[in-house]
T-cell receptor, first 114, second 110 residues
Framework: DTGVSQNPRHKITKRGQNVTFRCDPI?????LYWYRQTLGQGPEFLTY????????KSRLLSDRFSAERPKGSFSTLEIQRTEQGDSAMYLC????????????FGPGTRLTVL | QKEVEQNSGPLSVPEGAIASLNCTYS??????FFWYRQYSGKSPELIMS????GDKEDGRFTAQLNKASQYVSLLIRDSQPSDSATYLC??????????FGTGTRLQVFP
């Protein structure tokens, strides 16, 4: 499978716990994006990487959220001290290069915070 | 004003008809435009991209872009029940991130 992969696909956690999600982009893609989608809304941008450099972070990304892409390949998104409002689908996308290149999405990780 | 606006629908069309989905955007500097299809509980799947004014056709799908009017649309010809999904309009304003609308839910009935 040469598409974007995400793990886990589903995560149920209790409020206050930490969670970590992983994204593996399409192999030759050097840009990797994280989005969050809640019911009835379009995906909202969280952050993105060009290789291992994190180039932009949304104001949506509070200090409880951290993302890494240490070797410019896979990325992790960690949420500390989860809150019920963090319940959402977390989507990862990747693209080849700068500017307008198309972003391809992974299957997403659905987070439920109890 | 939202940056990308879509009618949430649902838009109901009979099988075989043309479905017309519309999207407006606020940033005049926007350069690239995308339509994604999203089935319930699944992730967005790219349908079309368009960068220049005019029409772009791919099979049963036609994307139309009018930068002067800040308007982009998607036409689906010969609509099938399997086309029933939410269609997301996304815009890239040279910031390298996509700004999405809330999506239009399309229902194609037999």
């Amino acid at each position: 499978d040469t598409g974007v992969s995400q793990n886990p696909r589903h995560k149920i956690t209790k409020r206050g716990q930490n969670v970590t999600f992983r994204c593996d982009p399409i192999s030759e893609h050097n840009r990797l994006y994280w989005y969050r989608q809640t019911l009835g809304q379009g995906p909202e941008f969280l952050t993105y990487f060009q290789n291992e450099a994190q180039l932009e972070k949304s104001r949506l990304l509070s200090d409880r959220f951290s993302a890494e892409r240490p070797k410019g390949s896979f990325s992790t998104l960690e949420i500390q001290r989860t809150e019920q409002g963090d319940s959402a689908m977390y989507l990862c996308a990747s693209s080849l290069s700068l500017g307008a290149d198309t972003q391809y999405f992974g299957p997403g990780t659905r987070l439920t915070v109890l | 004003q939202k940056e990308v606006e879509q009618n949430s629908g649902p838009l109901s069309v009979p099988e075989g008809a043309i479905a017309s989905l519309n999207c407006t955007y606020s940033d005049r500097g926007s350069q690239s435009f995308f339509w994604y299809r999203q089935y319930s509980g699944k992730s967005p799947e790219l349908i079309m991209s368009i960068y220049s004014n005019g029409d772009k056709e791919d099979g049963r799908f036609t994307a139309q872009l009018n930068k002067a009017s800040q308007y982009v649309s998607l036409l689906i010809r010969d609509s099938q029940p399997s086309d029933s999904a939410t269609y997301l309009c996304a815009v890239n304003a040279n910031t390298d991130k996509l700004i999405f609308g809330t999506g239009t839910r399309l229902q194609v009935f037999p």
